[in-house]
């Protein structure tokens, strides 16, 4: 199960409270806080869209940029010695760090697939 949903290139996360009997969850990848909540499924679905809606709604009444999430520029701190390393792989093939990791990342995740 994944506990993820996707609507208009928004991430939302799905958690549960035994507690309170209730599916809950927020928007990932951004800074402003756009929560939802449902007792079942169907309504943490419609609850989810509605946020984002009303969301994109207000930026819209108060013409600003929605924001988004996942832009493509991230940081990564790895150790110096292994930042040599690949710097070096980059230099010697022509290629930018940039691309290098891209191309790692993406290998990375078709193996996993």
Request: hydrophobic share 35%; aromatic share 10%; charged share 30%.
């Amino acid at each position: 199960m994944k506990n993820l949903m996707e609507y208009k290139g928004y991430i939302g996360s799905v958690e549960f409270s035994q507690d309170d009997c209730l599916f809950y969850g927020k928007v990932q990848g951004i800074r402003s806080l756009i929560s939802y909540e449902g007792k079942n499924a169907e309504d943490l679905v419609n609850d989810f869209h509605g946020a984002v809606d009303d969301y994109l709604e207000l930026c819209t009444e108060e013409g600003k940029e929605p924001e988004k999430a996942y832009k493509g520029s991230f940081n990564v701190r790895i150790s110096p010695e292994l930042h040599q390393k690949i710097a070096i792989y980059a230099m010697e093939h022509d290629i930018s760090l940039n691309s290098f990791v891209e191309r790692s990342v993406e290998k990375e995740l078709t193996a996993v697939s």
